[in-house]
């Protein structure tokens, strides 16, 4: 019965994304929905998004191991960005009209930064797309009993999920996601409720986590404990604010203040729910401790699966791993769509312009559709051969953004002094030090995480060099202006 419960739903899914992909016309369309999605479909897709494997897997399994104190990133640092995103990056971003947050850098900074911070992108995507499709295959496994191997449940669930997002873009992922956000929340719910009954109420769960030290959440007050926890909540908190999944929710709005207002609560909600899985996970030392001690030491992603599906009755089971397809699904999709987008019209679409000027935006649709069939079949063999955690997975996605792309983004919007040539010199820079400290003076990183220093050093040197006379020549000299047309530091949101 849940077998095949699994895979109704999942074709019935598959069947509404291709439905929605006949509003898709265009690479508009098919990138931001046509700028035309109201509040509850673009908070549903925010929550949506964020609310994928690593929230119901992952968080749960480094809570148990670690505590509050280990999920500083995800929760606390992720919901923090959407909330950010919201208050100080939605309503700027959402008048320049744009397509992608790669034609943004284009605009303020110039085609190198474009560039640059494209490739950055792209490449912190491979982590969180690879950890859905790692998930994929972990509940395909569990739910065949083993007769669906990992590696094989990843082809197929990264498959299902490409065939709609392959034709129906923003739509398709949109529609989805509002769906699957009812899914979660009711199945989370029912399943927190059957739990709750079973261990005696929420009071007694948290009493126990409390005493067994769980809710520590601020570390010890010395440099090596304080500055590794801030590294790690500014790593997700920052570092996934210039993203493409981010920026197409503030774009595909059908104005600027559901872009902020649905930012906001898309994130509000997905930092209460995602507690919904912790608290469920913990049940499992309550409920069935022998479930907790043979995973713990293995594979901890495990625990709550397991928990369900020998403890639980029937129809929770369905909601539980209705609610869990529902997360992985609406994440997987979104972020497949988002750096093929962003790949294709920063990156392929100026090669292709010269070597096809007349090329239309039908057959540029086509390309798109091509990077996105390219980049799931990349992300497949990623996950298919990493050794990483799906929290961990997640959590080093956005380690490269941190350094180089982040501060030009918020430096760009709110300090009208801000230069070409700072970006790119605190771009490089950023990047070169993060990436020399990867590889050596490990004990030195043990206290000073890489990301965290590439980041300190990109704002350092972004100020530095902005401020600096003039090594190249001004961004006014060659564009007359200090931004793109219409741009303003939201400083000063009226001048013209």
Known sequence: MLLTFVIVYWLVSIGIGLYAALRVHNTKDYAVAGRSLPMYIVTATVFATWFGSETVLG???????????????????????????????????????????GDYYRKRFGRTVEIITTICIVISYLGWVAAQIKALGLVFNVLSDGSVTQEMGMILGAGSVLIYTLFGGMWAVAITDFIQMIVIVIGLLFIGWEVSDQV?????????????????????????????????????????????????RVQSSANENIARNASVLGGSLYFLFAFVPMFLAYS????APEIVKQYLETDSQLILPKLVLEKAPLFAQIMFFGALLSAIKSCASATLLAPSVTFSENLVRPILVRLRPGMTDRQFLRVMQGVVLVFTATVTAIAINSKLSIYGLVENAYKVTLVAAFVPLALGVYWKRATTQGAIVSMVLGLATWLTLEVTTPGFTEVWPPQFVGFLVCLLTMVVFSLLPQLVRPYHEVHGHPGPVGYHPASAPSQH
Not at 59 to 71: D, Q, R, Y
Not at 217 to 228: G, I, K, L, Q
Not at 284 to 287: D, G, Q
Request: hydrophobic share 55%.
């Open 59 to 101: 968080i749960p399994a480094t809570f148990l191991n670690e505590g509050l104190s280990g999920v500083v990133a995800d929760p606390f640092g992720s919901s923090l960005c959407l909330i950010l995103v919201g208050l100080f990056f939605a309503k700027p971003l959402y008048r320049l009209n744009l397509l992608t947050i």
């Open 284 to 287: 499992a030392t309550l409920i």
């Open 200 to 248: 005696g109420g929420v009071s007694v769960v948290v009493n126990h986590a409390i005493d067994a030290g769980k809710f520590k959440f601020w570390p010890e007050p010395t440099m090596a404990a304080v500055v590794p926890f801030m590294a790690a909540w500014l790593t997700m908190m920052l570092g996934s604010i210039p993203q493409q999944d981010v920026f197409q």
